[in-house]
């Protein structure tokens, strides 16, 4: 069985654009989540889409956004990206929701020059 | 709300000797803890997961960790360390009836690096 995907593995963008981020959840898993890994911050949670709508968000301001399509896969944009946004995001799925273990993918590393 | 405090940045310790990772929790509602393992420009790997059953919790790789209620604490051991546990281990808390800001996300520590020498 596949696990998480994410795409790209990198990305380099500069401050002020917009950067994409993709992720595939595990077959059969409705939930999505994102989070933020930059150094010296930890682990911060992002966003939660279950079944297509947004669940929960964290403390993270509006330039961060995202989406689920109809097949549970997720994007998360980043708008007027900023230095501070350098980071390995995370996204994890479950199937059960808010019960369920999060099953994490490899990650997205954003870098912002 | 919920937080997570990891004791110890780094631990280093001898192949073979036990390993000990502590971690500390608060939650206002009955938790789910986890512990996860993150090896250099990797994700996160489930080691194992508390759901209220057993107190004693087995997880991959010779690893268990034991929910303490009373001292809010879920430590992390194994017998005997390997080289290839060489990694970064975070505990993390859910809790998943809880409603409001803390609902369905993971509540992480900040890390504890845990070296091995030969």
């Known amino acids: 069985e596949a696990g998480v995907t994410q795409s790209p593995t990198h990305l380099i963008k500069t401050r002020g654009q917009q950067a994409t981020l993709r992720c595939s959840p595990i077959?059969?898993?409705?939930?999505v989540y994102w989070y933020q890994q930059a150094l010296g911050l930890g682990l911060q949670f992002l966003l939660w889409y279950d079944e297509g709508e947004e669940r929960n968000r964290g403390n993270f301001p509006p330039r961060f956004s995202g989406r689920q399509f109809p097949n549970y896969s997720s994007e998360l944009n980043v708008n007027a990206l900023e230095l501070e946004d350098s980071a390995l995001y995370l996204c994890?799925?479950?199937?059960?929701?808010?019960?369920?273990?999060?099953?994490f993918g490899p990650g997205t590393r954003l870098t912002v020059l | 709300a919920q937080s997570v405090t990891q004791l110890g940045s780094h631990v280093s310790v001898s192949e073979g000797a036990l390993v000990l990772l502590r971690c500390n929790y608060s939650?206002?509602?009955?938790?789910?803890l986890f512990w996860y393992v993150q090896y250099p420009n990797q994700g996160l790997q489930l080691l194992l997961k508390?759901?209220?059953?057993?107190?004693l919790v087995k997880g991959i790789n010779g690893f268990e960790a034991e929910f303490k209620k009373s001292e809010t604490s879920f430590h992390l051991t194994k017998p005997s360390a390997h080289m290839s546990d060489a990694a970064e281990y975070f505990c993390a808390v859910s809790a998943p009836f809880a409603g409001g800001t803390s609902y369905g996300k993971l509540t992480f520590g900040q890390g504890t690096i845990l070296t091995v020498h030969p």
């Open positions: 939650s206002s509602v009955p938790p789910y």
């Open positions: 077959s059969g898993h409705t939930s």
């Open positions: 508390y759901t209220s059953a057993a107190t």
């Open positions: 994890a799925s479950s199937s059960l929701g808010a019960t369920d273990t999060q099953y």
